[in-house]
């Protein structure tokens, strides 16, 4: 295991330069370590980068749902023992002597989904008078069509209507009072929310993000008459117009604060230190600012995979690819285009919008975890219920009962009997009763039984990576795919047929690429102001870049960054439009010379997502919506090593019984014997310590210069 370990270690360079708000330890009596983890449904993945000698140990620990933070720390300890045991490791380390720790949560996402009673349950909004229904308003538009049903219910209210107040006072579009704000309804707002026990609340007026001024009075009343309450405003969450988006989204970390709080304090006291925490939109920022915006840690674990991947393929010279992260409970996919994976602003978490920055991604339920059942016709059916960590698939031997996507493959011997090399052993004879009683059920065998089951997954994922794709105008045939995650490399060449995709690329270690992502990740802070406007004054323009620029280069001191980097864009459209395109804009002085060459950017980005543009049509009027500002401060990201070439042909470690199109034996390869060049023809397995990869008849697998294992078709 400690050679697996030290194997993956020699694919990536020393970490050479970290945020400077971190201290660095520089000399070998001061031993320092960073540390990213990553806590998944199933298990918490643990990376450690030794930043004296470059050295990578990876690690995994079972997930603990009932408290996140107790997986997080018995991950912690757990790769701090296998460094300490690893031979040249330096000086003992221990918790004292970690220079810094970046963890991606699920917390955050996992209450939205679950409608946990801490959040939503005490939750309360204030909006402006007469607009105490904009919640139940809220959008025309049907997420899933109308196919499935004869009518449509609008999803249920995140805020009840009895838990909604309303303030008199009243903005216009541009800022200016219309009515002054109202301090006595204020007041009594207050003090209901108080005698009622509501100790999470929103405020979202009308038109606050063209002047915050009654919202921040509003807050200023809260915290006098109920301090015992957390407040999110929106002029804070998501300054910009769309009430019934902004308002959602505002209710939303106003209902995820409470918990994330007492999260981030518990392991602050456990660690006794600060530590960073993974955003959705592709940066990180430490747990201490996180606090005051928990929506952006929604999608954080994923967010890190997409970027971890997109290094490690950048690398191996394929600057665009598809990312798919299979784990226990979901897959997640998402797409990079010349390094960079595509950002938006129209996600959702379950059935709440949230509109902010985060990077694209689709989720489906289709990982080891998802559960095979058999629907009311008599079909069978995969997903999107997962039998988690706990009690997991049957092969687990933790009480469960349901057959699960890991059961089929330990039955057709396509994974070893045995998870995390060895750590935790499977029962196969479990997993074999489990498919066989299933496949009595539907009159099949129980190997067209398991077989089938593989099947729907793989076209599970194969409909997330479509979503990510073809909906997006992009042929999927153009992108190999960069399987990772415990189960993503498991169903690799049936994505392959089933897609036409031109390749896999299997990463060293692909269980741990999340949390590797971790520790490559710039802090990164998104700020938005909305500016409706057909003929933006330049001048307007500058003025609002500059105070946007500004609030990130407040953000960025705090997190003790000297050097900064502002990334500006715009959201344009034509007039009349009910969307927008967002376009990157140039830094630098705002002039007309500035505004045209924006407006160019949006034609031809309009014409290359919808097929079409106005550029040379007076009748069709571009508009302005909303600026944007990204504040980065930027890290010196892990260099990925080149690994030695392959001795000789590679040797297989053992043969197994193996079903692909019918059983057979079949070479087992132990991923940390293979080197540059070396090549693996199917029928075969190759196993390491984090995840499988089943190389099906037809298809070779060749590791390239970076370790990476190159998986295409031969037919």
């Excluded at 470059?54 to 023992?81: C, Q, R, W, Y």
Aim: charged share 20%.
């Amino acid at each position: 295991m400690t050679r697996i370990r030290r194997f993956f270690g020699r694919f990536f360079g020393r970490v050479r330069r970290f945020p400077p708000s971190v201290p660095l330890c520089r000399h070998w009596n001061m031993p320092s370590v960073r540390i990213g983890v990553d806590t998944g449904g199933t298990f918490t993945d643990v990376v450690l980068v030794d930043e004296h000698t470059g050295k990578i140990v990876t690690t995994k620990t079972p997930s603990t749902p009932a408290n996140p933070a107790d997986g997080f720390m018995a991950g912690v300890h757990k790769v701090l023992e296998l460094h300490a045991g690893d031979p040249g490791a330096g000086p003992e380390i221990g918790l004292d002597t970690i220079s810094g720790i970046v963890h991606g949560t699920t917390v955050a996402t996992n209450q939205l989904l679950e409608d946990r009673a801490a959040g939503t349950d005490h939750l309360g909004f204030v909006t402006t008078e007469g607009f105490e229904f904009l919640l139940e308003i809220a959008r025309q538009s049907v997420p899933d069509g109308y196919g499935n049903s004869y009518f449509w219910v609008k999803p249920p209210r995140i805020v009840p209507v009895h838990r909604v107040k309303t303030v008199g006072g009243r903005l216009d579009h541009l800022g200016r009072e219309v009515r002054p704000f109202d301090e006595d309804e204020a007041v009594a707002a207050a003090r209901w929310f108080k005698e009622h026990g509501v100790t999470a609340i929103g405020v979202c007026f009308l038109h606050s993000y063209a002047d915050p001024a009654h919202e921040l009075r509003m807050r200023e009343v809260l915290e006098r008459e109920h301090p015992e309450a957390v407040v999110s405003l929106s002029s804070e969450v998501l300054r910009e117009y769309r009430e019934y988006e902004r308002s959602v989204t505002t209710l939303v970390d106003a209902a995820v604060k409470p918990v994330m709080r007492r999260y981030i304090q518990n392991l602050s006291d456990r660690l006794g230190r600060q530590f960073s925490i993974m955003k959705s939109n592709g940066g990180v920022l430490s747990a201490a600012e996180v606090v005051h915006q928990p929506i952006t840690t929604v999608l954080s674990g994923p967010a890190a995979g997409a970027l971890g991947a997109a290094l490690i393929a950048g690398t191996a010279g394929r600057p665009s690819v598809i990312t798919l992260d299979g784990g226990g409970t979901s897959t997640d996919v998402a797409v990079v285009v010349e390094g960079e994976p595509s950002l938006t602003t129209e996600g959702s978490i379950g059935r709440y919008p949230c509109k902010i920055p985060m990077i694209d991604i689709v989720t489906v339920g289709a990982g080891g975890g998802s559960i095979a059942w058999i629907s009311p016709e008599g079909t069978l059916k995969v997903g999107p219920k997962s039998a988690g960590a706990d009690p997991g698939p049957i092969c687990y031997g933790r009480g469960g009962t349901e057959v699960t996507v890991t059961d089929a493959h330990v039955f057709l011997g396509r994974v070893p009997p045995h998870l995390l090399g060895g750590e935790i052993p499977l029962d196969v004879a479990a997993a074999r009763a489990g498919i066989e009683a299933l496949a009595g059920k539907l009159g099949l065998t129980p190997e067209r039984c398991a077989t089938g089951i593989l099947e729907i997954s793989a076209f599970n994922q194969s409909n997330a990576i479509r979503q990510i794709t073809v909906k997006r105008g992009l042929d999927v045939r153009d992108f190999p795919m960069v399987a990772f995650g415990g189960s993503g490399p498991l169903l690799a060449c049936r994505l392959i047929d089933i897609l036409g995709l031109p390749a896999a690329v299997v990463p060293p270690n692909p269980g741990n690429v999340s949390a590797f992502g971790l520790l490559t990740v710039d802090v990164k802070n998104d700020y938005v102001r909305t500016h409706v406007s057909r003929a933006p004054a330049p001048d307007a323009l500058a003025a609002i870049y500059a105070e946007l620029e500004a609030q990130a280069a407040d953000a960025l001191d705090r997190e003790g960054f000297t050097d900064h980097v502002y990334a500006r864009s715009a959201d344009l459209r034509y007039y009349g439009q009910a969307y927008e395109v967002r376009v990157p804009v140039p830094g630098g002085a705002v002039d007309d010379a500035w505004c045209a060459a924006v407006v160019e950017r949006f034609h031809t980005e309009h014409e290359k997502l919808y097929g079409y543009g106005y550029r040379d049509d007076p009748r069709h009027a571009v508009e302005w919506v909303n600026l944007r500002v990204s504040g980065i401060g930027p890290i010196t990201r892990p260099a990925v090593a080149r690994v030695p070439e392959q001795v000789g042909e590679a040797s297989p470690v053992a043969t197994r019984e193996v079903f692909y199109e019918q059983w057979g034996r079949t070479v087992i390869y132990r991923r940390a014997d293979l080197g540059a060049g070396a090549v693996v023809r199917g029928p075969a397995v190759v196993e390491e310590y984090g995840s499988t990869l089943p190389v099906h008849p037809g298809f070779t697998a060749t590791v390239d210069d970076h370790g990476n294992l190159v998986l295409v078709s031969d037919r």
